[in-house]
């Protein structure tokens, strides 16, 4: 094992930062070894999902260091892998998350120290400029600097690859590499990327471009212009006000009503602990506005506006927020009724969701005749999964995960909150003129594909070795038997029916290979289906581990003819999870 001496000493040897530098030398001086082993033991991780960390000194942490250092290792692998990759150049966004704006102007500096042209947007965008300006001018890869919602002492650095799509394997891996063979900085000054002939200024044109597409999406202009609800619309503390501002002007509706204490960026996030439209509470100030003023919807977008939910006002005046996987029904029916609207063929669709996500997609695919196809978690899966079906001659119009992510158009494969919040608008638009409201379309829904529900949550644990046990023992936990070899055999009276197991690469329903069509994932995740002998009530449940907090998360959804059993049943199967299978108790597991 290297000395700790020798990390500290490696770290101020490169850091040129004073702040950083000041940070580990006190630490170092005033003995606390501890904590400097946090920090400089390991190195950060350069993932698929890039870089996300605490904003402190340190290997492990997020700095002007780790950014210089990854901006060197991903310029030179670009350069090694994209045909022309100097002169198509690099896009480079940013929030307004502490050190965001820094970061983004030593990110051009190390491309520009590299000779790539750089189109680095001008002030705070959101993060799905980003990949739409990598396929509009045609760049080598995209940075976007965002810790999308995580707290506010977070950070990030995400990686678009010349697909406009988030980086998948095995890019992840070589860009780590090339990180670690670029790591003595060539370049700190930022003030020269301004006056650089290889910097480009493109934002006005993007922005004007980025809404140009939108636009497209616009179809019940005339309806917006006169619809009488009210929409109250909260910005999470982030970037996305300015955006959805426009897009409600370009799409018709009067303005909406802001949540003003979340209007404006602000990197303290002073109102929210968690600043996630999905973490209890987070949308509290928008219900609030909204029943002060009279609004029948609210509407909300996370800090970097790649995510949307909404809630209504339900005729009880109690509020119904909507989940991930009930939007992404909402959204893919109304994708189904335009597209059957064009004329075009049904068998030329085709929508994606991520494995965890809801299976009511799946009902309706079967129903409806359009193809669906489920890829791994993340919209590096979703976009990449989306183009592959485009080569095939299908139209992909819309996908989604769980996690309230949305993606419209062909433009975008990515998630994005500016879109999701007009195409939301528009359906209430188009529901209230037909004297519906978005809960009573879903039910209608529910009644035509089956009624379908979500229970999504996570466990808390910091003990890598303990969730392997965990996972180990799912793994070995029955008599081994054919068709589901050791693993559980029922869960909550239920019959476990099939297994597909991405850590090992198992699929019970894939005979005789047994090999899954969905690839490997970098954690631990099994997905079981079960049904009820007695009355046809299905659940998948899928567990998998977090690839950047200390969690085990589980994705439950029932489905059934009957809603009240279904509702009845998924709190056995969570507890039966928690209690027997993963041994809470025994394990310390936390629960949020």
């Not at 485009?390 to 139209?395: H, R």
Request: glycine letters at 8%.
């Amino acid at each position: 094992m290297i000395p700790l001496k020798e990390l500290v000493d490696e770290w101020l040897n490169l850091d040129q930062n004073p702040i950083t530098r000041n940070e580990i030398t006190s630490l170092w001086g005033s003995g606390r070894t501890e904590e400097l082993e946090k920090r400089m033991r390991y190195r950060i991780e350069f993932g698929t999902a890039g870089l996300r960390g605490r904003m402190e000194a340190g290997w492990s942490r997020m700095n002007d260091l780790i950014i210089i250092q990854a901006s060197q290792g991903l310029c030179a692998y670009v350069k090694q892998h994209v045909s022309d990759a100097s002169s198509r150049g690099v896009v480079i966004g940013h929030d307004h998350r502490h050190n965001s704006r820094q970061w983004a102007q030593l990110t051009a500096a190390a491309f520009i120290a590299n000779d790539m042209k750089v189109y680095l947007f001008d002030g705070l965008v959101h993060t799905p400029m980003v990949p739409f300006s990598v396929r509009k001018l045609n760049a080598a890869c995209g940075v976007m600097i965002t810790a999308s919602h995580n707290p506010k002492q977070d950070n990030g650095y995400k990686v678009y690859w010349e697909n406009a799509v988030q980086i998948i394997g095995p890019h992840d891996e070589g860009i780590s590499n090339s990180i670690k063979a670029n790591l003595q900085p060539k370049q700190w000054s930022t003030e020269s990327v301004f006056s650089s002939a290889l910097y480009v200024d493109k934002t006005a044109e993007m922005r004007e471009a980025y809404f140009q597409t939108l636009a497209s999406l616009n179809l019940t202009k005339s309806l917006n212009e006169n619809n009488p609800l009210k929409f109250v619309n909260t910005s999470m503390h982030g970037v996305s006000d300015s955006f959805v501002r426009q897009g409600f002007t370009l799409f018709g509706f009067p303005p909406y009503i802001p949540v003003k204490e979340q209007q404006q960026p602000d990197p303290e996030f002073p109102t929210v602990r968690f600043p996630n439209p999905e973490e209890k509470g987070a949308l509290d100030l928008a219900l609030v506005t909204a029943d002060k003023v009279g609004a029948s919807y609210v509407l909300a977008q996370d800090p970097d506006s790649d995510r949307f939910s909404a809630a209504e006002k339900g005729a009880n005046g109690e509020w119904i927020t909507f989940t991930g996987d009930q939007l992404g029904t909402l959204f893919a029916s109304r994708t189904l009724e335009i597209y059957k609207a064009s004329r075009k063929p049904i068998d030329t669709l085709a929508m994606v969701a991520s494995t965890v996500s809801s299976k009511m997609i799946e009902a309706m695919a079967a129903v409806e005749g359009f193809k669906f196809v489920e890829c791994l978690t993340g919209f590096k899966f979703i976009g990449n999964t989306a183009l592959d079906l485009v080569k095939q001659g299908y139209e992909v119009p819309f996908g989604y995960e769980e996690a309230i992510g949305f993606m419209f158009g062909s433009e975008i494969r990515d998630k994005d909150g500016v879109a999701a919040t007009l195409s939301f608008a528009e359906l209430v638009t188009s529901l209230q003129s037909q004297g519906k409201t978005v809960s009573s379309y879903l039910k209608e829904l529910y009644e035509k594909y089956g009624y379908f529900q979500t229970s999504n949550s996570y466990f808390i644990c910091n003990d890598p070795t303990t969730i392997d046990k965990i996972f180990e023992r799912i793994r070995n936990y029955a008599d081994p038997i054919p068709h589901l070899k050791s693993y559980p055999q029922q869960i909550a009276g239920l019959t476990i029916t099939s297994v597909v197991d991405l850590t090992t690469g198992y699929d019970s329903t894939n005979p005789p290979t047994y090999k899954p069509s969905l690839p490997i994932s970098s954690g631990h995740m099994i997905q079981f289906r079960a049904k009820s002998k007695v009355d046809g009530t299905k659940i998948v449940l899928t567990t998998r581990t977090s690839g950047t907090e200390p969690k085990i998360k589980y994705y439950l959804e029932g489905s059934g003819k009957d809603a009240a059993v279904v509702s009845a049943l998924l709190p056995k199967v969570v507890s039966e999870l928690a209690d027997v299978w993963m041994e809470a108790e025994k394990h310390g597991l936390g629960r949020p």
